[in-house]
């Protein structure tokens, strides 16, 4: 098996224990990768850690570059994790992404039976996980995750603000 990149620090880390700080050391890699690819799309990166804390997956937003509909920074790393776990379910892993996802996105971790969400930002408009909508506690969703978000909050709300505010002085 293939890791995608692995954290330098979390290689004896369990990403099943309650380790905010662990989470914040990946969300900080998510944020600087996001900078990136804020040139060409949403800056949005989540990465899928499998139950000894390594990366199996990691997804930037590629709706624009793909010309995708369901080219979400979600789904991309669902698809890699996916092809390196040989299995749909992920049960034991966990998805740690800069914004709360979407409805879509809230969906399809549900199908895939993901066993925690981490995010930064909520998104009041389109969170499928609490900002909006709480699809994980609705009565259709057969799968309950563990949901953590919050994480560098601050830093990750900044980052969409920016590259929002940069959109509109573009147009
Ligand atoms: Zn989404």
Redesign the pocket.
């Known amino acids: 098996m293939r890791y995608i990149f692995e954290n330098e620090n979390s290689n004896s880390e369990q990403p099943n224990s309650t380790n905010n700080s662990n989470y914040s050391k990946w969300m900080n890699l998510i944020l600087r990768r996001s900078e990136e690819i804020g040139q060409v799309e949403l800056p949005i990166c989540s990465v899928i850690l499998d139950e000894r804390g390594r990366c199996i997956g990691r997804g930037i937003n590629r709706r624009n570059i793909n010309k995708d509909p369901l080219g ?1 920074a ?2 991309m790393a669902l698809r890699q994790a996916s092809l390196i776990k040989n299995d749909w379910r992920f049960n034991e892993c966990i998805i740690i992404t800069n914004l709360e ?2 409805t ?2 809230a969906s399809a971790l549900i199908q895939a039976r993901m066993g925690k969400v981490v995010f930064g930002a909520y998104d009041k408009k389109r969170g499928g996980l609490g900002g909006s909508i709480d699809l994980s506690k609705h009565k259709s969703s057969h799968h309950k995750m563990e949901i953590i978000g919050g994480i560098l909050e601050d830093e990750c709300s900044r980052l969409l603000q920016i590259w929002f505010k940069n959109l509109r002085t573009k147009i």
Do not use: V
């Open positions: 979400h979600e789904i996802p979407c879509m996105c």
